[in-house]
């Protein structure tokens, strides 16, 4: 399994950005699609944004869909969440997940798709 770390994660007021990153040390990274889900209590495990290993393609969840960007850093190992004009609803703890993959353009969305996971950083947006 790949080994993932998230940081970034923070209080904020209702229309503030933060930007999440999840770094990974293993080499394999250039051919791991990656993705964030979210969590908040009581609830299940959300898809919020996905990128193939290429970096080239990139996916949504309908609630962050022109608030949120997902980008991938191959030279670094790392990947971002850009997030913007959050809402209280935007709380949660957020999880960094990698999957090995060949297909350069494919995203994935299913928390089954995910193979590894990192221990996810708290995102409190207050009013």
């Known amino acids: 399994q790949v080994q993932l770390v998230e940081s970034g994660g923070g209080l904020v007021q209702a229309g503030g950005s933060l930007r999440l990153s999840c770094a990974s040390s293993e080499d394999i990274f250039t051919v791991t699609a990656m993705g964030w889900f979210r969590q908040a209590p009581g609830y299940g495990r959300e898809f919020v944004a996905a990128?193939?290993?290429?970096?080239?393609?990139?996916s949504y969840g309908e609630s962050v869909k022109g608030r949120f960007t997902i980008s991938k850093d191959n030279a670094k190992n790392a990947i971002y969440l850009q997030m913007n004009s959050l809402k209280l609803e935007d709380t949660a703890v957020y999880y960094c997940?990698?999957?090995?993959?060949?297909?350069?353009?494919?995203?994935?969305?299913?928390?089954?798709?995910?193979?590894?996971w990192g221990q996810g950083t708290q995102v409190t947006v207050s009013s």
């Open positions: 990128v193939s290993w290429t970096g080239g393609s990139t």
């Open positions: 997940a990698a999957t090995p993959t060949y297909d350069g353009s494919k995203t994935y969305s299913r928390t089954t798709d995910y193979h590894s």
